[in-house]
């Protein structure tokens, strides 16, 4: 495989061993196969390179956006560059036999060479990383490990590496369109909070869950997309009725199902002292319908009472294939990688929620012609932009939205497990982030199956639910994966005397 670096100190090929300011169009597209170029923040260096070549006609650049912001004929937002192609023209012939009545008959044909292709790896999607070379060979590490190709993204290696799984059903198609749609708008999301009245602790454990994501696709039941149905009264909920279809005595019949049920709740008023340890959807008091995911039943108590079930939107079989490759991506994180694999892993779950867009827009620059039904418009560094509009005919495949809304539920669900487990034995909750909590507890308390002890923190404080400021650590929404746990190596200024000035 050839790589092309580029770091900080200049573009390194490893074909050549050669070290230079920035890569050559000839370097780019003269030599075959082609290979990878991996660094971060590559566009602007790219772009100039993609203007020059522009005007060979075998060249070709795919361009992708996101966040995109558009001004006129003008396209803003994140923008990078994917693949960059060079396709030699049909200008050579070779004589093969062709099969005829009479025999093997030489014919001459003329043929392309074998095009020139490189992939670009901006590795400022995965992590925030300073080893460009580590990285990006850990990249192809993964892809090779899991048999399919390098991708450009987190969410391409992701749903890439999900349908390589020997467990992934040929004929397998998404989940129905209209069950994902309302389950998109009661996923979960990341839960944070802090206890009533918090603000400042001198000493706190940070407890979290271990490869959560990994964890909980492993060990619990995620719906098949196949058997997702739609069950009970959904229509009369629709119109805003919410009918008795199962009452609390008849919960069993739900034991084997996977999902999202729209239920009928009563609930009383929560404590202040106790309102961290309670759902969102558990705070405002009073007797309404809500959609409950199948792992927060075990939350329910005598504060929030389930009255009936209504409706359902369930599976009760599993998915194969996203227990196995959880439980392919625990066996490759045991090996303790390099830190980028792990978004490139989690996408996968990421993935799960795709969206059903009516349409897609790809970008693309080349040396032909304006194709026929794409538009003309203007990047930052690169104009005349060909882009096509291209329309979905169906959902994507990986589009199983319930599976994704079910992962979630339970990494808060088991957050909040612990919680309470932690309050019942003297061991007071300050925080709750997401798959981890902080405790004041004096000592270590049991860790159950799936937590681990990240660490020991002293003067701790929480603006929001969503941060953590710290002597050790750093949690700040916003702030890219590597420096979430950035080390603070300035003195604490009220330990440490002040230099003397002269």
Known sequence: MRYIFVTPHGVIDTLTGELSDRPSVEQLLSERPGGIIAGRNLYPVLAPLVNEARSDIGFSATIVTQRKRQVGDRVGGIIYLSHLYYRYPKDRSKTVLVKTEYGLVPRTTRFRPTSIKWLVLNLELFCETEDIEGAARALVDLAERRGVKPR????????????ASPKWESGRHAAPWFISEIARNELPGNFYVLRSGYRRAERAYYLDQKSSHHNIASTITLPHPHYLRARGRLRAVERERYPIWIKPSELDILNRHVGLLCVMMEI???PTQLSHLYPPWAQQPGRRHIWLWTPELRLL??????????AGLTSFMPDPALREYADWSLDYLSSDPHSVVKPALLAAYGMLGVKSTDTIERYSVHGRGKPPHADVCRLPLIDHVYRSTINRRRAPVLQNVVA??????????RSLEFARQLESEQHPVIQI?????????SQLPFMPEGWRVAGELTRVSSPHPNSILSSQMVRLPGIPGGRRAARILAPDPLTSKPDAVD
């Open 152 to 163: 450009y993204s987190p969410g391409a290696y992701g749903s890439a590496m999900l349908r």
């Open 268 to 270: 009383s008023k929560i």
């Open 433 to 441: 982030y997401a798959d981890g909590l902080l405790t004041t507890a």
């Open 404 to 413: 994704r809304g079910v992962i979630e539920a339970e990494t808060r669900t």
């Open 301 to 310: 108590d005598r504060l929030t009472r389930l009255q009936w079930v209504s």
